[in-house]
């Protein structure tokens, strides 16, 4: 059981930043980690992930602009988001798995707006 808690999300305008954090209970150096985002009416779509071997993944929607990254030492894996756009807009949520087992997190907003 990994329990993953979410933060770094709020209100932001178009072409700004944000930085979110996903931290775990345990230690994640086998997981598999990804980075979902949920906007209002639609269905939760994978943003990033990243390997144990640390090989990462981009939504081409976001490639040049998201950044994944982990910290296996602190457990914890982090999304840089630059030159954010309002379609960027929604609940994104941690996901970390491994031999078939998944856990999320509970998720954090993000609004670009201005």
């Known amino acids: 059981q990994v329990h993953l808690e979410e933060s770094g999300g709020g209100l ?4 700004g930043s944000l930085r979110l954090s996903c931290a775990a209970s345990g230690s ?7 980075w979902y ?3 209002p009416g639609k269905k ?3 943003v990033a992930s990243i390997t144990s071997e640390e090989i990462t993944n981009y939504a081409d929607s976001v490639k040049g602009r998201f950044t994944i990254s982990r910290d ?3 457990n ?3 999304l840089q988001m630059n030159s954010l756009k309002v379609e960027d807009t929604g609940v994104y949520y941690c996901k ?7 856990w999320w997190g509970q998720g954090t ?3 670009v707006s201005s």
């Open 72 to 74: 296996n030492a602190r």
């Open 37 to 39: 985002r949920q906007a």
């Open 96 to 102: 970390a798995s491994t031999w078939g087992l998944a």
């Open 44 to 46: 939760r779509d994978l």
């Open 109 to 111: 907003q993000v609004t």
């Open 76 to 78: 914890t894996v982090y």
């Open 12 to 15: 932001v305008q178009p072409g």
């Open 28 to 34: 994640i150096f086998n997981y598999f980690m990804g």
